[in-house]
């Protein structure tokens, strides 16, 4: 259909993004497909240490699944999104297919080094999350082609994670956030993860930040190092939620806060943790 | 704004869906939002547009027991759905707990995100019989009360959710 319709034609996920960029005109299909209709493309599964939801499960599904609450910072991120309404309605697959530089899937899933699954008219691809971001708002779909599934592999034994962003309010996009995943082996760091959203045109993985937990002992030295590098790595804007010297500040103590709960639940400690509000 | 914004011709589309347990047929074009719909279309002038850009959760609705914003649906997608406005809260005259909790705590001031408040109240309390305050304020954190009453829509909420109990 997607193929017939040509390019001015696009896919109708949960539509909390883009039924009000059509109000703005920022979006302005000729055409719309609407996928809701379409059944099984809703579901969470698990086989093979790995966790698989369709395209189109709600954030509120994955806030309510026992399986995705395995990996606490799916969680996090889930629950944390916009607020009830939005949650009911919007889905993972259109999320990471919007690729707006505030979202906060990409930013989480990254950590996790998930999969998206795209199915065109010429067949199916698995494309790693940090090639099918390309840009903002740019993905690596062609047109003919739709998100049909998202793929993570359950971390190994002693990891844990935390995903913070900081909102002004429940239905707007976070200021910052940060995404940490961290496996541990006693006090030593076996192997870290850490992205940032809302600093830069995509979600910035921070390799340095990584290097600088990796193969250490988790100390007020090498977080600091690591929250250093985060700062470093983030490219933010300045307009009305901040100013970019704000953005960089702000980040890196969320960067900090996560290391510091990812930790903890890498220890096996269950903590509680949620969107921050100002 | 360019001219091609207007399609030259639009199909409309024919729906079937459930309001406040009553069975509607529409034919609508694609674009309507759903809360274009319930005033426009059927009358229930009860939901409330506020903002229009999914902020305000003044139009808030239930739909198939989920709270949605109505201005951020379009009305086709409700075809098969049942939908339940503030029109449907009261019951044979007798006003809903949550109704008569708003109004007993004052839990509304100039009135007009009440009924988006009500509706995100109601997805809350018939899953979560017992609400903490954390929850309460969760479940609300898309209604925006312009008025700023927060403090007394907790409450109402609060004493409904006790007065609900067992019912």
């Known amino acids: 259909m997607l193929a017939q319709l040509g390019e001015d034609a696009k896919l109708l996920a949960g539509g909390q993004s883009l039924i009000p960029l059509m109000k703005l005109r920022f979006a302005n299909p000729a055409h719309l497909v609407d996928m809701n ?33 395995k990996i606490p910072i799916l969680h996090d991120c889930a629950a944390g999104i916009a607020d009830v309404q939005v949650r009911n309605r919007g889905t993972i697959g259109g999320s ?18 998930a999969e998206v699954r795209c199915l065109g008219t010429t067949g199916e691809r698995t494309v790693p999350l940090t090639d099918f971001i390309k840009d903002a708002y740019t993905t690596a779909l062609a047109h003919d082609e739709l998100v049909s599934e998202v793929a993570v592999k359950l971390p190994p034994k002693g990891s844990g994670g935390a995903y913070l962003a900081f909102k002004r309010s429940a239905p707007v996009y976070p200021t910052a956030s940060a995404a940490v995943q961290l496996t ?23 390799t340095d930040a990584e290097a600088a937990l990796r193969g250490q002992s988790l100390t007020e030295k090498t977080i600091t190092r690591a929250t250093e590098a985060s700062r470093a790595a983030a490219d933010p804007q300045s307009d009305t939620r901040g100013s970019a010297e704000y953005k960089r500040t702000l980040v890196g103590a969320l960067v900090k806060r996560a290391i510091e709960i990812a930790i903890r639940r890498a220890q096996g400690e269950p903590v509680e943790v949620g969107h921050i509000y100002a | 704004m360019p001219d091609s914004i207007m399609p030259e011709s639009i199909e409309n589309i024919s729906i079937a869906l ?14 309507k939002l759903l809360v274009e719909l319930l005033r426009e279309d059927l009358d229930l002038t009860g939901t409330h ?28 997608q409700a075809d098969g759905a049942e939908i339940l406005t503030v029109e449907g809260l009261e019951k044979n005259g007798e006003l809903h707990p949550i109704q008569k909790a708003f109004g007993d705590c004052y839990g509304l001031q100039c009135g ?29 954190a898309g209604n925006t009360c312009r008025c700023t009453g927060y403090q007394n829509i907790l409450k109402a909420i609060q004493m409904a959710a006790q007065n609900m109990k067992g019912a």
Not at chain 1, 96 to 113: C, H, I, N, Q
């Open chain 1, 96 to 113: 990471l297919a919007e690729a707006d530089p505030s979202g906060d899937w990409a930013t989480v899933l990254m950590t996790l080094s």
């Open chain 1, 184 to 206: 541990l082996d006693g006090d030593v760091c076996r192997n870290a993860a850490i992205a940032l959203g809302c600093v830069g045109l995509t979600a910035i993985r921070v």
């Open chain 1, 37 to 69: 209709f379409i059944s099984g493309t809703s579901y969470i599964t698990e086989e093979d240490g790995a966790l698989r939801f369709g395209a189109l499960t709600r954030h509120a599904e994955i806030e309510a699944s026992s399986a995705a609450g």
């Open chain 2, 49 to 76: 547009v506020g903002c229009d850009t999914t902020y305000c959760g003044a139009c808030t609705v239930l739909m198939n027991g989920a709270a949605v914003k109505s201005c951020t649906m379009f009305a086709v």
């Open chain 2, 112 to 140: 007009y995100c009440t009924p988006g408040l009500m509706l995100s109240a109601l997805q809350l309390l018939s899953r979560n019989q017992q609400p903490t305050y954390h929850d309460m304020r969760k479940a609300i």
């Open chain 2, 18 to 31: 459930k309001v406040n347990g009553k069975s509607y047929s529409r034919t609508v074009e694609p674009r």
